[in-house]
């Protein structure tokens, strides 16, 4: 990663009043997270559309379950990265300032993040596939699975978006609204091929954004973006974060 190129983003974000970020499973990669995409990523070799899709629940909600219950339980054992660390600090930094992440792990909360808008839910969150009662739930692991609404006594079911489902309208208009209002939009570790989540770095690109990355490697959004910091997160950002002195 070029010195000078990390220094750029440090001196446009030192002038930068509104700034959002948009993050992608690669944020959490080195918390022990895997990603989606790629070598060892949990889509590797896996049916996507029965794992991820409201057909694949219908379909057998024991085997969804155990999927997400093991990522429940993986999750119990990871603690926030120093991009998280970062990332959560400079919410006093900006006079704006919004996190917007395609990720369900509450890692940006753990990590001190007051308002993060989880356009892809949370998987702590639990919803009755029936009546729809909703609720914070951080039991790992269920007694029995699928777990059941003590409402209605419905099939519960993992409060995150499937392939095939729309996104919370209220938390994808405000990162819409967030994204075509900014400053600077900083991208991490996200592939940026899943719509319509990929679509505010277009929203932002066309608002008159610079358009800022960070991935090891280049993504759909690269050609965007006018700096690509090309390494992990965790090393990343705190090194933009150094540079940019005290707020
Ligand atoms: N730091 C920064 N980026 C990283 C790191 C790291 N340490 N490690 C990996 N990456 C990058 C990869 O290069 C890749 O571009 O993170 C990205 C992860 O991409 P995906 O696995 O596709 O994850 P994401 O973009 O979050 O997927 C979007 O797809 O499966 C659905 O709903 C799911 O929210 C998810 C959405």
Request: aromatic share 6%; proline share 7%.
């Amino acid at each position: 990663m070029p010195e000078d190129d990390v220094a750029r983003v440090a001196e446009l974000l030192r002038g930068a009043g509104k700034v959002v970020v948009f993050t992608g499973a690669g944020v959490s990669a080195e918390s022990g997270v895997p990603t989606f995409r790629g070598a060892g990523g949990l889509w590797e070799g896996r049916p996507v559309e029965q794992l991820a899709s409201p057909q694949g629940f219908v379909a057998d909600p024991v085997v969804v379950w155990e999927f997400y219950q093991q990522r429940r339980a993986n999750l119990t054992r990871v603690k926030p990265n120093p991009a998280h660390e970062v990332l959560a600090r400079w919410q006093y930094r900006f006079t704006s300032y919004t996190i917007a992440t395609q990720n369900v792990d509450g890692l940006h909360q753990a990590a001190g993040a007051q308002h993060v808008l989880e356009l892809h839910g949370s998987i702590w969150v639990i919803r009755c596939s029936a009546c729809g009662r909703a609720r914070v739930d951080r039991t790992v692991p269920f007694p029995a699975l699928p777990p059941r609404c003590e409402t209605c006594g419905g099939i519960e079911r993992p409060g995150v978006v499937w392939f095939g489902e729309s996104l919370p309208e209220e938390v994808l208009d405000a990162a819409t609204a967030a994204a075509g209002s900014c400053d600077v939009l900083v991208v991490v570790g996200t592939s940026a091929v899943v719509y319509p989540a990929a679509g505010l770095v277009h929203v932002a690109s066309a608002a008159g954004a610079t358009v800022v990355e960070v991935n090891p490697e280049a993504s759909a959004i690269s050609h965007i973006a006018q700096h690509s910091l090309r390494g992990p997160a965790g090393a990343v950002l705190p090194t933009v974060d150094s540079l940019l002195g005290e707020a």
